[in-house]
C-alpha cells in the first residue's frame, strides 16, 4: 500500500500537462514495474524533466570550475564546502566525510635535452589567447602522481605503450635500457605498469606524452577550433600501480583518524623520477633518436619514423615532490527511502579535479547537483523514493579512486546487507560527437537499454538509444581509449546499444571488493583534453556543449536508472542477462585454452540459471500485471541475488578482490588467472570453485521463485 505523501505525490504529478518525452509512454510498461507503478514512474519522470534546466547545470559548471581544485588542497576543501552547501540549499541532507590518504603533489619539476643539443622542454602548456584559464599555464606544471622526488641523466629509448612484449622488442634489438630514460606513450598498458617494466629494466626515468594516434589531430580538430588534443597539451595521470585502490597505506580497511597505518616505506611506490610532456616536445626527442626503427605496432602518428634509440638524445629529468597524508573529503547526502529506507542506491561522481576539471570531473558535478536540485523541488511537493538513495560526491578519485575505496570499506559489511546497486556518472559530457560510452556488471545492461528510450537526445530529438546504437554503429571500427570491453564483435551490425561488462572510475569499489551491480557512464569517451589545463570551462561553453543540453540529458540518464531502481515494485536486475554473459565468458576461455576443466557442466549450469532467471521474471511479470503487491522481502531477495559471486577470502592473488565475474585477472578472474600462470593444480580448484557457485546461483533463483 502506498504512503499518504507518496498517493498526495501522485494526484500532485497527475495533475501536470504531459510534459513529452521521448518513446511511447502511454503504453510502456517499466521493467519491475507493475502497469499502475509505471504510470506513476514515467510521470514523476516527466516532471523531473521538466524542472532540470541547463542553464542551472551552466552556472554549476562555472562555479566547480572556476578554480583548481586538486585533492588535498585548499581548492578541493572550498569545492566540497560549496557542494554541501548546495545540497543543503536544495532542502537536502547532506555532510563531509573525511578520511585520510597519502597523496602526492609536486613542488618543482625540470627536464632539458642535454645532448646533442642543449635546450629546456617546457614542462608548462600553452597560453591561448581567448582563453582566460590558459593564462595560469606557469602555475600548474606537468607531473605525474605519484613520482617520487629525484633526477636522472640519461640517453633516451623510445618503448611504445611501455608494454612486456614491447620492452622484450627492445632487448631483441640489443639494446641495454640500464640508466637510460624511457620515453613512452599514454594508453594501451596501465601507468602504474608502464613504469614499473621501465624499473625491471633499469630504467633510471620515465617521460610519458600522449601521441596524436590516441587523441590528437588523427581524429579531428584540435583544440580551441575542436576537441582534440593539441601539440602542446600535456596529459597528468596517477602512476601508482599498486593491487589495490585507495589509501596506499591502509590496504582493505578504512584510512579513518585513528586507524593504524603503514609506513610509505612498506609500500611499493614507484622509484625513478617521472616526468609528463606534450606531444610537440615528444617530437622533438624522437627526431633526435638513432638506433632501429621501431616495429609497425609501434609506430605512432607524428610525422616521423619512430626509432627506439638509445640516443643520441639525452635528457635530464629532476622532480621535487611534496608526498604526504592529505584530507580526502567526500560530500554524502543520504535521502532516506519512504517504504524500504534499509534498501541503498548509491549516486555517485567525484569532485576532485587535476586542475579545472570541466569535463572529468565537473560536467558530472554540474548534472549530478541539478538532478539534486530536482530531486528537492519535487520533495517539497510530497515525493519520497521506495528506497533510499545515497547522494555521493566522491573526493582523491583522479590520484587512487580513494574517496569511494574508503568508503566502501568503511561500511562494507553495511553495503554488503543493503546495497542495491552503485550507479555512477565519472563525467556527464567530453564530446557529443562520439557515442554515450556505458560500463555495467550485465544485470544492469536491460535498465540502461530500457531508460534511455525515455530521454532524447539534444541535437537530434531521437532518443537516446536509438543515437547511442547508432554512433556505435558509426565508430564501433575506430580505435577507443576505453575500447570496447571483452565481447565486442565489430563486424556485426548493433541492434541494440552496446554496453561493456565491467565498470571502472569510482563504481569499481563496489563492483571490484563487493561483487555489487555498479555502472559508471559518460558522452564521448574520446577526447583530446584529457587531465590538460584546456579542460576548462571555455573549452566547455565553446567547443563540447554550449546549451549545457548534454549536461541534462546525462542527469537525466543516471536520475532515471538510479530512480527506478529506488522506486520498482520488484528491483529490476537482469540475472537471465547475466547469464548469457557468463556463458559467452566460459566459451571464449575454452576456445583459447581448451583446457577449462569441468566446461561442459559449466555451461550446463549456466543454461539452467538462465532458465530458472527467465521463469521467475515471468512469473514476477504476471504478479506485476495482476497489480498484485509482492512480498515485502522480494526486492531484498532480489538484490541479494547478486552475492552469490561474492568470494569471501577474495580471489587467487587478489585478495582483496572478490567478485567471481571481473577482476585484475580479467573476466572469470579464477580460471583466466590459473591460465595464465599455467598451473593446472588451481585451475582444476577454481574450476570446481566456479561450479560450486553457478549451483548456489540456481539454488537463488528457485528460493526467490518461490517467494511468488
Excluded at 152 to 177: C, N, P, R
Aim: proline letters at 7%; a negative charge.
Amino acid at each position: 500500500m502506498k504512503s499518504p505523501t507518496r498517493n498526495l505525490f501522485a494526484f500532485l504529478i497527475l495533475l501536470i500537462i504531459n510534459i513529452p518525452l521521448a518513446g511511447n509512454e502511454e503504453t510502456q510498461s517499466l521493467s519491475g514495474f507493475s502497469p499502475k507503478s509505471s504510470a506513476w514512474e514515467l510521470s514523476f519522470e516527466r516532471q523531473l524533466t521538466a524542472t532540470l534546466k541547463p542553464e542551472n547545470a551552466e552556472i554549476q559548471l562555472r562555479r566547480l570550475s572556476g578554480r583548481p581544485h586538486r585533492t588535498g588542497t585548499e581548492g578541493a576543501r572550498i569545492t566540497a564546502e560549496y557542494i554541501k552547501d548546495q545540497l543543503i540549499s536544495f532542502g537536502l541532507p547532506a555532510e563531509i566525510q573525511t578520511y585520510i590518504a597519502y597523496l602526492p603533489a609536486p613542488l618543482t619539476v625540470s627536464i632539458e635535452l642535454v645532448a646533442p643539443v642543449s635546450e629546456v622542454i617546457p614542462t608548462t602548456e600553452d597560453r591561448l589567447d581567448g582563453d582566460e584559464f590558459t593564462d595560469a599555464v606557469a602555475d600548474h606544471p606537468g607531473w605525474d602522481g605519484y613520482s617520487p622526488s629525484g633526477e636522472a641523466t640519461g640517453e633516451v629509448v623510445y618503448a611504445g605503450h611501455g608494454s612486456e612484449s614491447e620492452f622484450k622488442q627492445i632487448q631483441l634489438e640489443g639494446i641495454d635500457l640500464k640508466g637510460k630514460i624511457v620515453l613512452m606513450r599514454y594508453f594501451g598498458t596501465g601507468e602504474g605498469t608502464k613504469v614499473r617494466n621501465a624499473e625491471r629494466y633499469g630504467a633510471a626515468g620515465v617521460v610519458l606524452y600522449s601521441d596524436p594516434q590516441e587523441d590528437g589531430y588523427r581524429y579531428g580538430d584540435v583544440y580551441p577550433k575542436g576537441d582534440w588534443r593539441p601539440a602542446g597539451a600535456i596529459m597528468r595521470r596517477s602512476i601508482l600501480g599498486l593491487p589495490y585502490d585507495g589509501d596506499p597505506l591502509s590496504p582493505g580497511f578504512a584510512s579513518t583518524e585513528n586507524a593504524k597505518r603503514l609506513r610509505p616505506e612498506d609500500v611499493s611506490f614507484p622509484k625513478i623520477p617521472i616526468l609528463p610532456i606534450s606531444y610537440r616536445s615528444a617530437e622533438r626527442i624522437l627526431n633526435l633518436l638513432d638506433g632501429p626503427v621501431a616495429p609497425h605496432f609501434m609506430q605512432g602518428d607524428l610525422p616521423l619514423p619512430y626509432k627506439l634509440g638509445s640516443g643520441p638524445a639525452k635528457l635530464h629529468i629532476k622532480t621535487v615532490m611534496d608526498n604526504r597524508d592529505r584530507p580526502i573529503l567526500n560530500v554524502m547526502s543520504r535521502i532516506e527511502g519512504e517504504t524500504e529506507p534499509d534498501q541503498w542506491i548509491i549516486v555517485g561522481n567525484h569532485h576532485d579535479a587535476w586542475i579545472y576539471g570541466a569535463g572529468d570531473p565537473s560536467s558530472g558535478t554540474a548534472s549530478l547537483l541539478e538532478f539534486a536540485r530536482g530531486l528537492g523541488e519535487l520533495m517539497k511537493q510530497g515525493f519520497r523514493p521506495k528506497r533510499t538513495l545515497i547522494l555521493a560526491f566522491w573526493d582523491a578519485e583522479e590520484m587512487l579512486l580513494g574517496g569511494s575505496t574508503e568508503w566502501v570499506e568503511h561500511h562494507k559489511e553495511e553495503l554488503l546487507e543493503k546495497a542495491v546497486a552503485c550507479i555512477n556518472m565519472d563525467s556527464s559530457v567530453f564530446n557529443t560527437e562520439r557515442p554515450l560510452s556505458v560500463n555495467a556488471s550485465p544485470v544492469l545492461h536491460k535498465l540502461f537499454r530500457e531508460t534511455s528510450r525515455n530521454i532524447k537526445d539534444p541535437k537530434t530529438g531521437k532518443t537516446i538509444f536509438e543515437v547511442w546504437r547508432d554512433m556505435q554503429n558509426q565508430y564501433k571500427n575506430t580505435p577507443s581509449v576505453d575500447g570496447w570491453g571483452d565481447f565486442f564483435d565489430p563486424n556485426q551490425e548493433l541492434k541494440e546499444p552496446w554496453i561493456f561488462e565491467s565498470p571502472s572510475d569510482d563504481a569499481a569499489p563496489f563492483f571490484n571488493i563487493l561483487a555489487l551491480p555498479a555502472s559508471d557512464m559518460y558522452y564521448g569517451a574520446d577526447y583530446g583534453m584529457y587531465h590538460s589545463i584546456y579542460e576548462n570551462f571555455h573549452w566547455m561553453k565553446t567547443v563540447v556543449d554550449p546549451t549545457f543540453k548534454y549536461h541534462i540529458a546525462m542527469a537525466l540518464m543516471q536520475g532515471f536508472v538510479s530512480l527506478r531502481l529506488a522506486n520498482a515494485d520488484v528491483i529490476p536486475l537482469d540475472y537471465a542477462g547475466e547469464a548469457s554473459y557468463w556463458r559467452k565468458a566460459f566459451n571464449k576461455l575454452q576456445a583459447q585454452s581448451k583446457t577449462i576443466p569441468q566446461y561442459q557442466k559449466a555451461i550446463q549450469l549456466i543454461d539452467l540459471w538462465e532458465k530458472e532467471a527467465k521463469a521467475f521474471e515471468y512469473e514476477s511479470n504476471r504478479m506485476l500485471l495482476k497489480q498484485k503487491a509482492p512480498d515485502r522481502d522480494l526486492s531484498k531477495k532480489v538484490y541479494m541475488v547478486a552475492r552469490d559471486f561474492y568470494r569471501p577470502g577474495g580471489l587467487p592473488g587478489a585478495q582483496l578482490e572478490h567478485n567471481l565475474w571481473s577482476g585484475s585477472d580479467g573476466i572469470l578472474p579464477g580460471i583466466a588467472g590459473a591460465l595464465e600462470k599455467k598451473d593446472a593444480k588451481l585451475l582444476q580448484s577454481e574450476s570446481n570453485f566456479y561450479v560450486q557457485a553457478l549451483r548456489k546461483r540456481i539454488r537463488s533463483l528457485r528460493t526467490l521463485r518461490s517467494r511468488l
